[in-house]
């Protein structure tokens, strides 16, 4: 059974970090793209960053360059979401997925996780 599991969100002022994780289970993961998604109130749901295991291809979207970082834990089968210099309009549910190929088109995922909200307010 396919499973992904988000969690690190929660309430950080602005400029600070957060790490989310992404715990995978019941697929290979070299095997498939994992993508970050964000949905704020009243918004269409984002693409935030991607990355094929497969063939090291990765997206990050123009507003998150340079501040938002993906990686992977092999052993724990594991894939982050390090946020830096994080910005009120960075506030949103955060979710990631899994597809067959890396792109920002939410509808391309075949999995998903349940989210984990990232609120960023002094």
């Known amino acids: 059974q396919v499973q992904l599991v988000e969690s690190g969100g929660g309430l950080v002022q602005p400029g600070g970090s957060l790490r989310l994780s992404c715990a995978t289970s019941?697929?290979?993961?070299?095997?498939?793209?994992i993508g970050w998604f964000r949905q704020a109130p009243g918004k269409e749901r984002e693409g935030v960053s991607c990355?094929?295991?497969?063939?090291?291809?990765?997206y990050y979207a123009d507003s998150v360059k340079g501040r938002f970082t993906m990686s992977r834990d092999n052993a724990k089968n594991t894939v982050y979401l390090e946020m830096n210099s994080l910005k009120p309009e960075d506030t949103a549910v955060y979710y990631c997925?899994?597809?067959?190929?890396?792109?920002?088109?939410?509808?391309?995922?075949?999995?998903w996780g349940q989210g984990t909200q990232v609120t960023v307010s002094s």
């Open positions: 019941g697929f290979t993961l070299d095997d498939y793209a």
């Open positions: 990355i094929s295991f497969a063939d090291g291809s990765t």
């Open positions: 997925a899994a597809g067959p190929i890396a792109t920002p088109i939410a509808s391309l995922y075949d999995y």
